[in-house]
C-alpha cells in the first residue's frame, strides 16, 4: 500500500445510545423511574436514532431495571427513535414484545468461563436456550440482534479464537440471527485485532451485519473504533458520558462515551446524524443527574471546534 | 483493499520517554532535584533507550526546571540511555552541551497564533533564531532534533494547513535537521489526519525521521498512535503515569502514558525493547511520588495479561 493512500471510511455510520441499559444496570443507587424516562427523553433530543432503553431481566437480577415496562412504555411513542431492548430469556422478550418493543437483543459470551461467570451455562446451553425466544419474536414480526459478550478478550481466558467467534456467529445465522454486535465487555481489545477479525468476519459472513460495543477500559476503543471504520463496519454503540462498565468495579471503565464518539467520527469525517453540542449538553445533564461519568474527554477537554482565546503575555513551553 | 489484508505495522518501535521534561514542567509544587533523579534512574531500569531528560530552559521561564545541570549531571551515566534535552535559544544549547547532553531538542509552532504566545515570535521569527544554535550544536558533535508544536491543530486558529508543516520541515532541513518530531499538543488530532499527513510528509520528505508526540487530550492518542504505525513511524513520544501537559489546565490532559503507549504496543504486536511490568511499577511509584498521574488506564485497568479469578456464583449481566 502506497503510504499516500488514503484509507477509505464509511461516509456515514450509526450509533445506538446504550446508556438507558447499559449504563443504568451498572449503577447501585437507584435511579428513579422518571429520571430515566427524562434521560432518554434528552437523548432523543441529539439526533441519535436507535437506543438500547433496557433489559427485560429478572427484577432480582437487576433491580435497577425493575421498571422496564413503564420505562419503555413512557419513552415509546418518542419519534425518529427505534428503541431495542436486551432480553435474556423468553420471558422477558415476552415482556419486551408485550410493552410495544420491535427489536430485541441476545446475548451470550464467547468464553465458557465467562458464559458460566455470567449465565450459569456454557456457550453453547446459551445459544440452544435462545431458540425459542426467536422462534417468538419471528411469530410477531419483532427483529432480533445477537451480541457476542468478550468476543475481543475474556478476562478469565485472555486471547479468544477467532474460531468460537465463527461457530458462534455460525450458529446465530443458523437460527436466523443476521446482525451480530461483537462486545469488548472489558476493554481488552486492540486495532490490529479488531482490524484482522472484522475483515475475516466480513469474508465468512458476507450477509451477516456487524456491529461493535467498545469499552474504554484500556484506552483502545478509539483505535479500535478507527481499525473497524477501515473495515467499513457502520454500526456502533456507545453511552452516554461514558456510563456502564461497572465504574465502581476496581479497574473497569465504561463504554466509550457518545459525545467522544460523535467528537471523534466527525473529526474524521464521519457523519452520525448527531447533533455534537446537544450530545454534549445532554452528557453534562446526565453526568450531573447520576453524580459522575464514566471517564470522558469531551466532557472534560471540550470538543477541538471550541477554540481558545489566544492568551496575553509570554506563557510557559508548552509541547 | 482487501478486508483480508493485514495491515503491516513495523515491528520495533523506539519509545522517548518525555515525563522528566515535559512531565515535570507542568507540576506547580517543586519537585526536589534528587526525587527527580530517583524518577530517572527508575525509568532508566524498565528498558527505555531514550529519554528527554529536562529543558535548559531560563529558570523564571520554567522554575521548575532550573536544576537542569545538576539533574543531567547525576544520570548521564545510566547505562544503555540516550539523553536529549529540550533547548529554547543559544544559552540553554551552550549549558545542555556543557552538562554532557549529546542530543538537542529544539522546538517551535506551527502556528503564528501559538508562537507568539508561546515565544513571543512569529514561526518564522522563531525559526531564524534557531540557526546559531544548529550550527553550535554541530561544531560540539551534537545531534539536533527539531520538534513543531500543534502540528495536529492549534487551540487558537483550529486546523492546521499542511502547507504550513512542509514549509517548517523544509526550512528545518536546509538548517541539516533531518529528525522532525510532530507534536499534537493539545490533543486536537485524529487519526485520519495523522494518516494522510503522515503518508504526504513521507512522501515529500524521504529522508527525513518523523517522530510522533501525542496528548490525549480528546481520547484520540492510542488511534493516532496506530495511524501512525500504518504509515511506518517508528519513534514516540510517551510519559510516565500520563504526566504533562498541564494537569491543572480545566480541559487539557496529559502525554499518552508510557504505560499505556508500551501496553498497547505490545498488544499490537509491535515491540519496544521496554518491560511493561517494569514500566507498570515505575508508573505506579512515579504516581505516589507526583501525588497524581495524568490520565493513565493501565494503572487504573491493569494490563490484559493480569486475568481474573472466576468468581463463583452468578453475577450482574455483564455486556
Known amino acids: 500500500m502506497s503510504n499516500l493512500q488514503t484509507m477509505q471510511l464509511p461516509k456515514h455510520v450509526s450509533i445506538c445510545e446504550v446508556a438507558p441499559r447499559d449504563g443504568f444496570q451498572s449503577e447501585s443507587e437507584w435511579i428513579p423511574t422518571d429520571k430515566k424516562i427524562e434521560i432518554i427523553q434528552r437523548l432523543a433530543t441529539t439526533g441519535v436514532k436507535t437506543m438500547e432503553v433496557t433489559s427485560f431481566v429478572h427484577p432480582k437480577a437487576i433491580p435497577q431495571l425493575k421498571d422496564a415496562e413503564e420505562v419503555v412504555e413512557k419513552t415509546i411513542d418518542l419519534p425518529n427513535i427505534k428503541f431495542r431492548a436486551l432480553v435474556p430469556n423468553l420471558k422477558g422478550a415476552e ?50 440482534g445477537g451480541s457476542i459478550s468478550v468476543a475481543f478478550g475474556c478476562p478469565y481466558e485472555g486471547k479468544v479464537s477467532h474460531k468460537n467467534i465463527e461457530t458462534i456467529i455460525r450458529r446465530y445465522n443458523e437460527m436466523g440471527v443476521k446482525e451480530i454486535s461483537l462486545a469488548d465487555t472489558t476493554g481488552m481489545g486492540n486495532p490490529v485485532q479488531v482490524f484482522e477479525m472484522i ?49 465502581y468495579a476496581p479497574g473497569a471503565s465504561g463504554n466509550i462515551p457518545t459525545e467522544d464518539l460523535v467528537h471523534g467520527l466527525a473529526e474524521m469525517g464521519v457523519e452520525t446524524g448527531i447533533n455534537l453540542s446537544k450530545t454534549i449538553t445532554a452528557a453534562k445533564e446526565v453526568k450531573k443527574m447520576i453524580g459522575h461519568d464514566g471517564g470522558s474527554f469531551i466532557l472534560k477537554a471540550g470538543p477541538n471546534s471550541e477554540l481558545h482565546v489566544k492568551p496575553s503575555g509570554q506563557s510557559k513551553i508548552d509541547n
Do not use: W
Open 95 to 144: 415482556r419486551a414484545i408485550n410493552s410495544g418493543i420491535k427489536k430485541l437483543k441476545l446475548m451470550l459470551s464467547a468464553t465458557d468461563s465467562h458464559s458460566l461467570s455470567n449465565a450459569n451455562c456454557t456457550v453453547q446451553e446459551a445459544q440452544d436456550k435462545l431458540s425459542p425466544i426467536i422462534e417468538f419474536a419471528s411469530s410477531r414480526d419483532v427483529e432480533v
Open 199 to 247: 475483515g475475516q468476519l466480513k469474508e465468512k459472513f458476507p450477509n451477516t451485519t456487524f456491529s461493535m460495543h467498545f469499552h474504554n477500559t484500556r484506552g483502545m476503543a478509539m483505535a479500535n473504533v478507527y481499525a473497524a471504520l477501515m473495515q467499513g463496519v457502520t454500526h456502533f454503540d456507545s453511552s452516554i458520558a461514558g456510563l456502564g462498565g461497572c465504574p
